[in-house]
Nanobody, 128 residues
């Protein structure tokens, strides 16, 4: 049974930083692409970032590019999202997703793919 669990969310002031983590058990972690999504109240889910299985290729939403960094440690089966220069509009529930239909790669259409596994989310709140 696959379990995906996010952690690291919290309340931070604008301009601050947080690092989210996502662990995936029961999954051959080191061969699948992983991604972060977020959803704010009343808004559609948004793809934040995606990373290939080896970590060599990364993709970012334009709204976070230059501020967020996705990374992974395959030995620890952990995905990370370093978030710097946070803004109030970054406030959302952040979700980790694993194993898209594209398998080990993200692909250009990664935000729209149907990932097989999702975590329960971790809340990020940025105060102004």
């Amino acid at each position: 049974q696959v379990q995906v669990v996010e952690s690291g969310g919290g309340l931070v002031q604008a301009g601050g930083s947080l690092r989210l983590s996502c662990t995936a058990s029961g999954l051959t972690f080191d061969v699948v692409a992983m991604a972060w999504f977020r959803q704010a109240p009343g808004k559609a889910r948004e793809g934040v970032s995606c990373i290939h299985w080896r970590g060599g290729f990364t993709y970012y939403a334009s709204s976070v590019k230059g501020r967020f960094t996705i990374s992974r440690d395959n030995a620890k089966k952990t995905l990370y999202l370093q978030m710097n220069s946070l803004k109030p509009e970054d406030t959302a529930m952040y979700y980790c997703a694993a194993d898209p239909p594209s398998g080990s790669s993200c692909g250009g259409n990664w935000p729209a793919l149907a990932y097989n596994y999702w975590g329960q989310g971790t809340q990020v709140t940025v105060s102004s």
